[in-house]
T-cell receptor
Framework: DADVTQTPRNRITKTGKRIMLECSQT?????MYWYRQDPGLGLRLIYYSFDVKDINKGEISDGYSVSRQAQAKFSLSLESAIPNQTALYFC?????????????FGPGTRLTVL | SQQGEEDPQALSIQEGENATMNCSYK?????LQWYRQNSGRGLVHLIL?????REKHSGRLRVTLDTSKKSSSLLITASRAADTASYFCATDTNSGGSNYKLTFGKGTLLTVNP
């Protein structure tokens, strides 16, 4: 079984709809991250959480919110989806270490907002 | 702005040749990592090099780091068609206190022709 799973894998929705993307991990890591990837722009950090009670905004958090329900679960919500949120979304995890550890990525969710 | 920038943006070589990708960054780092992404899939960690290291090897991969020039290179020797992927460098940035997060570059798309 995959260490980091994301659901759904693909989603098509309409402008204004609320969407939740879910991430689960079995690695026992404290740290979890949400990124979006757009062609030609690489990965950009949306939100990150260093433990259940610690949630931080990344460089592009506007229009997004997150919930860390447990150590193993980190959800990303789009309260009112808009077309420019069409992108590939990745969840990632890393262990605690003070300095940055290797990150382990989920398979991604392809979101299309019409 | 991106901390790491890969060069070239795209590289096409023949199977058996070596592939070299470069990464430049702007601020001091503790470590630099390289990741690989097959089309539309999650990133996979390849190698991490710490700021006090100058060269590191892993199988057919060789990474160098020059902190005075704020640059790194990834060399893939004896390339195979299966090496076709996008390659990203990632540098750690301090997000406050002892907490660090990764900043990814835009990637180099490597195509290895059979």
């Amino acid at each position: 079984d995959a260490d980091v799973t994301q659901t759904p894998r693909n989603r098509i929705t309409k402008t204004g709809k609320r969407i939740m993307l879910e991430c689960s991990q079995t690695k026992g890591h404290d740290r979890m991250y949400w990124y979006r990837q757009d062609p030609g722009l690489g990965l950009r950090l949306i939100y990150y959480s260093f433990d259940v009670k610690d949630i931080n905004k990344g460089e592009i958090s506007d229009g997004y919110s997150v919930s860390r329900q447990a150590q193993a679960k980190f959800s990303l919500s789009l309260e009112s989806a808009i077309p420019n949120q069409t992108a590939l979304y990745f969840c990632a995890t890393s262990g605690f270490g003070g300095l940055t550890d290797t990150q382990y990525f989920g398979p991604g969710t392809r979101l299309t907002v019409l | 702005s991106q901390q790491g920038e890969e060069d070239p943006q795209a590289l096409s070589i023949q199977e058996g040749e070596n592939a070299t990708m470069n990464c430049s960054y702007k601020t001091s780092i503790n470590n630099l990592q390289w990741y690989r992404q097959n089309s539309g899939r999650g990133l996979v960690h390849l190698i991490l090099i710490r700021s006090n290291e100058r060269e590191k090897h892993s199988g057919r991969l060789r990474v160098t780091l020059d902190t005075s020039k704020k640059s790194s290179s990834l060399l893939i020797t004896a390339s195979r068609a299966a090496d076709t992927a996008s390659y990203f460098c990632a540098t750690d940035t301090n997000s406050g206190g002892s907490n660090y997060k990764l900043t990814f570059g835009k990637g180099t798309l490597l195509t290895v022709n059979p």
